[in-house]
């Protein structure tokens, strides 16, 4: 079935919730610790919506399969051109290019909306997304050890860099 890149809208949040939460539970792309409720989702989908912030979804079928998002890499004006995103993917369907297209038409509106630089902090560990973002031009500019903790363990970070405009 084909995978269709989107907008998301507020019906969307059902999905990008299990997903979220999905990761929280279960993964280390995700250094939160707490599941969250369908309020707190749409706490987050107004906040990106009122900063202008893209939250894109795939879908197949009538399902929600993966969603990504950029916000504010830095809260200081001068950061403003730069930006962090965020790409999740069901766990039942990674692997399968839903996180490779979502990435394609998120870093497409980046470059549209005037961004200068995408940064991606991934798990140091996470060898799929960091293969990912060097196949989709990011270059790994450091690594942080140490900074983070989930079940049990510290986590380093890897920080990787995608320049949109010269």
Known sequence: MDITIRDAVEADLPGILDIYNDA?????????EAVVDLDNRKAWFAARRERGFPILVAVRGKQVIGYASYGDWRAFDGFRHTVEHSVYVRGDVRRTGSG???????????TFNGVHVMVGCIEAENA????????????????????GIKFGRWLDLACMELKLSK
Do not use: C, D, P, Y
């Open 24 to 32: 929280v539970a279960n993964t280390t792309a995700i250094w939160n």
């Open 100 to 110: 490779r297209k979502l990435m394609k038409a998120l870093i497409e509106r980046a």
């Open 128 to 147: 799929a997304s960091i293969k990912l973002h060097e196949q989709m031009g990011f270059r790994m500019v450091g690594r942080f050890s140490e900074v």
